[in-house]
């Protein structure tokens, strides 16, 4: 069996041209789709780690999230963007802490209730997430992500990876972390050595 067209394999030599040109073709096919991860069950999925705010259920690729932890005492920092609450320091390092509503342009809520944060780290920069609780990890098969709905704002969607048939919501940590680059927090030197 060739293992690019799960057909079986035909030496080239015993095909017409039109025949071969046709395998080339389902050859590149095969090798231009995106290599996708692999679970035990050889199908192809996502690790996500599930979290709530509010009652709306939200997720985020497991492999970035560094830890969850106690929301602890906020120093808010003038002149950042209305999303970022503030700083908490996590283990000497000043994490910026990110209201995720307010990023999505969503309604504001009070953040009094949330006290666990999602401390996700990507390509050198890390924040954290407020959310009202954390659901824990599962995997979903890419095929039950579909694309962000047209009727989603252009400034929501640009943070969406996608949404599933269950409603929930599949965020694109990297934008989320580099969406912070244009905050006055990004590439700030902190007390302990951190930069965000």
Do not use: C, W
């Not at 307010?102 to 666990?116: F, I, Q, W």
């Amino acid at each position: 069996m060739s293992t690019l067209t799960n057909q079986p394999a035909v030496s080239e030599d015993l095909l017409t041209a039109e025949q071969q040109q046709q395998l080339l073709h389902t050859r590149a096919r095969a090798l231009a789709r995106p290599r996708t991860r692999r679970t035990d069950t050889d199908s192809a999925a996502l690790q996500v780690v599930e979290f709530l705010i509010g009652t709306d259920h939200y997720a985020l690729d497991a492999s970035v999230l560094r830890e969850v932890t106690r929301m602890k005492e906020v120093t808010h920092i003038p002149g950042t963007p209305p999303h970022v609450v503030g700083v908490m320091n996590v283990r000497g390092l000043m994490v910026a802490l990110i209201d995720l509503p307010l990023l999505l342009g969503l309604p504001r809520e009070t953040t009094a209730e949330r006290d666990r944060v999602l401390i996700i780290y990507s390509q050198g920069k890390e924040a954290g997430i407020l959310t009202d609780g954390t659901l824990g990890m599962r995997a979903l098969a890419l095929d039950t992500i579909h694309p962000v709905p047209p009727m989603v704002t252009e400034t929501r969607s640009a943070y969406l990876r996608g949404i599933t048939s269950e409603q929930l919501v599949i965020l694109d940590p990297d934008k989320i972390l580099f969406g912070l680059a244009g905050s006055p927090l990004s590439g700030s030197p902190v007390k302990g050595g951190a930069t965000m």
